[in-house]
């Protein structure tokens, strides 16, 4: 089993700034990447951000130029996200997949709410 936390969502200003953050641990052998997806009400979940264990990276079209992923070791990842926008509110979850089962581990989401 993978267990995922993510931490740091909270209420922030239109234009303010966060940074979550996403740790994976236990059989944390064989992770390919790590991403950032997000999910509002009655919406599918979306994929904000990923980034691979080589260290590419992928954006949604509406985040580009505002946030950035990272990644400090194997297993843990960041979310810097600036410019916040209020249709940026939704929970935000982290993701780890590996190439082994189980191929895809969630963690338990994290609020983030802009106000306008």
């Known amino acids: 089993q993978v267990q995922v936390v993510e931490s740091g969502g909270g209420l922030v200003q239109a234009g303010g700034s966060l940074r979550l953050s996403c740790a994976a641990s236990?059989?944390?052998?064989?992770?390919?990447?790590m991403g950032w997806y997000r999910q509002t009400p009655g919406n599918q979940r979306e994929l904000v951000a990923i980034?691979?264990?080589?260290?590419?990276t992928r954006y949604a079209d509406s985040v580009k130029g505002r946030f950035a992923i990272s990644r400090n070791s194997a297993n843990t990842v960041f979310l810097q996200m600036s410019s916040l926008k209020p249709e940026d509110t939704a929970v935000y979850y982290c993701?780890?997949?590996?190439?082994?089962?189980?191929?895809?581990?969630w963690g338990q989401g994290t609020q983030v709410t802009v106000s306008s």
């Open positions: 993701n780890v997949a590996r190439a082994v089962y189980p191929y895809n581990s």
């Open positions: 236990g059989n944390i052998f064989g992770i390919s990447a």
């Open positions: 980034i691979t264990t080589e260290g590419s």
